[in-house]
């Protein structure tokens, strides 16, 4: 009895279940957060998910924090993180791909471009990463991209950003951007548009998606 009673005291002690879970990955960490809300309250904390962030592939540092919950999850591929290139004048979608030994449809994916052109209308581009080799002891940027509309762990290859793009959000600010933009774009009020983006974690096309599900439902209903 007294092994049972000492083992689920350690079970409701914040010093030891922060210790557990500093070395658990960061999908244990989303099922233990789901256990009660003591186990939620310290499986939350931003510490420790950026160290289980980070651990998979070796980052040094991880500046900034996400607006949404979700950033934590699928660490474990490279979409999450991107390489920021200012632009030059003579820069191009074709130059850029093979620059960075990355394909042309990656990158307009990534920044959310429909086409090759605009492309000198914004200050610089997010570049796939496509090793992680590249992310050894190296230090990212927790970045949500307005024009991208993605938020993404940037990584600067001078060594960090001296100037902010003017792309980049403040992340109260760059929620309310995508708000707007999600307002515009399927014609409803604020609240509407964010309750989308509520419902859908804080993804944009996610957010669109499912709006796009409940009017054709009403349209179906309509009909019947």
Same mark, same amino acid.
């Given at each position: 009895? /007294? /092994?049972? @009673?000492?083992?689920?005291?350690?079970?409701?002690?914040?010093?030891?279940?922060? /210790?557990?879970?500093?070395?658990?990955?960061?999908?244990?960490?989303?099922?233990?957060?789901? #256990?009660?809300?003591?186990?939620?309250?310290?499986?939350?904390?931003?510490?420790?998910?950026? &160290?289980?962030?980070?651990?998979?592939?070796?980052?040094?540092?991880?500046?900034?924090? !996400? /607006?949404? !919950?979700?950033?934590?999850?699928? @660490?474990?591929?490279?979409?999450?993180?991107?390489? %920021?290139?200012?632009?030059?004048?003579?820069?191009? *979608?074709?130059?850029?791909?093979?620059?960075?030994?990355?394909?042309?449809?990656?990158?307009?994916?990534?920044?959310?471009?429909?086409?090759?052109?605009?492309?000198? %209308?914004?200050?610089?581009?997010?570049?796939?990463? @496509?090793? !992680?080799?590249?992310?050894?002891?190296?230090?990212?940027?927790?970045?949500?991209?307005?024009?991208?509309?993605?938020?993404?762990? #940037?990584?600067?290859?001078?060594?960090?950003?001296?100037?902010? !793009?003017?792309? #980049?959000?403040?992340?109260?600010?760059?929620?309310?951007?995508?708000?707007?933009? *999600?307002?515009?774009?399927?014609?409803?009020?604020?609240?509407?548009?964010?309750?989308?983006? %509520?419902?859908?974690?804080?993804?944009?096309?996610?957010?669109?998606?499912?709006?796009?599900?409940?009017?054709?439902?009403? &349209?179906?209903? &309509?009909?019947?």
């Amino acid at each position: 009895m /007294t /092994t049972t @009673n000492s083992n689920f005291e350690a079970l409701i002690c914040k010093d030891i279940l922060r /210790t557990i879970f500093e070395k658990l990955p960061v999908a244990d960490l989303a099922r233990s957060a789901c #256990v009660c809300t003591l186990w939620s309250s310290v499986a939350s904390d931003r510490e420790i998910h950026a &160290r289980a962030f980070m651990a998979p592939w070796k980052l040094k540092r991880l500046i900034g924090n !996400p /607006t949404s !919950p979700t950033f934590w999850r699928d @660490n474990n591929t490279l979409t999450r993180f991107a390489i %920021s290139h200012p632009l030059a004048r003579a820069d191009t *979608l074709a130059s850029l791909a093979l620059n960075y030994s990355v394909q042309v449809t990656d990158i307009k994916r990534l920044n959310n471009m429909m086409s090759d052109h605009g492309i000198h %209308s914004r200050d610089r581009l997010l570049i796939p990463v @496509n090793t !992680p080799d590249i992310l050894i002891d190296a230090t990212c940027y927790v970045e949500l991209d307005a024009h991208a509309k993605r938020e993404v762990a #940037v990584l600067y290859l001078n060594g960090s950003p001296d100037k902010m !793009p003017a792309n #980049v959000l403040p992340s109260e600010r760059g929620k309310r951007r995508v708000i707007e933009s *999600l307002r515009r774009s399927m014609h409803v009020d604020d609240a509407t548009a964010q309750y989308y983006l %509520s419902v859908s974690d804080g993804d944009p096309r996610g957010a669109l998606l499912e709006f796009s599900k409940d009017v054709n439902w009403e &349209r179906q209903m &309509r009909l019947t």
